[in-house]
């Protein structure tokens, strides 16, 4: 079990810039979370998925914003254009629910530090 | 979705303290979780707790569904224990409280 593995594992860009953060959960779990972890604000969940669909993206802040999963192993969180704001530190994670069952705990990969000058 | 509230919001110990965290939460909760961020930024799962406690080494987690919260018990504390302590219920949303910031000073 490879764990949740997250790419890159930082990024300093240009405001106004692209923005492409990596996703593989593990293998099995069929919830991906994703989140952003400020001082100010914390742990924020931005959007999660079941089974490839998103679920909830409320946590989303703003246009800027998007999520994909395009399949079972490998999601992306674009940011477009980047602002210095956005810096932050993305945390992807995973877990199966599964039906029937008390599923698995939640697995975090180890972060992508944004940093946008 | 459910509240968390966790508290205290900072810790700070002495090495070999004893001391305990807590979560509340605004519903009863089926399954829940604690997770450590340790300073390298890491999101490391301690317990995986449904009711009841659990016990790993120094630490153990107390999970009350009924009466909506649990409690995390470090003893004789270690400088690695420094980092922040999550709470989340298990749900469909993993939702965070602000989590407890422990030092623990040699």
């Known amino acids: 079990d490879a764990g949740v593995i997250q790419s890159p594992r930082h990024e300093v860009t240009e405001m106004g810039q692209e923005v492409t953060l990596r996703c593989k959960p593990i293998?099995?779990?069929?919830?991906l979370f994703w989140y952003r972890q400020t001082m100010m604000r914390g742990l924020e969940l931005l959007i999660y998925f079941n089974n490839n669909v998103p679920i909830d993206d409320s946590g989303m802040p703003e246009d800027r914003f998007s999520a994909k999963m395009p399949n079972a192993s490998f999601s992306t969180l674009k940011i477009q254009p980047s602002e210095p704001r956005d810096s932050a530190v993305y945390f992807c994670?995973?877990?199966?629910?599964?039906?029937?069952?008390?599923?698995?705990?939640?697995?975090f990969g180890n972060g992508t530090r944004l940093t946008v000058t | 979705g459910i509240q968390v509230e966790q508290s205290p919001p900072d810790l700070i110990l002495q090495e070999g303290a004893n001391s305990t965290l807590r979560c509340n939460f605004s519903?009863?909760?089926?399954?829940l979780q604690w997770f450590h961020q340790n300073p390298w930024g890491q999101l490391i799962n301690l317990f995986y707790?449904?009711?009841g406690t659990k016990q790993n080494g120094r630490l153990s987690a107390t999970t009350v569904a009924t009466e909506r919260y649990s409690l995390l018990y470090i003893s004789s504390s270690q400088t690695t224990d420094s980092g922040v302590y999550f709470c989340a219920p298990l749900y469909n949303d993993m939702r965070f409280g602000a989590g407890t910031r422990l030092t623990v000073k040699p």
């Open positions: 994670a995973s877990r199966r629910v599964g039906f029937g069952t008390t599923g698995s705990p939640l697995h």
């Open positions: 293998s099995g779990h069929d919830y």
């Open positions: 707790i449904p009711s």
């Open positions: 519903d009863s909760v089926n399954n």
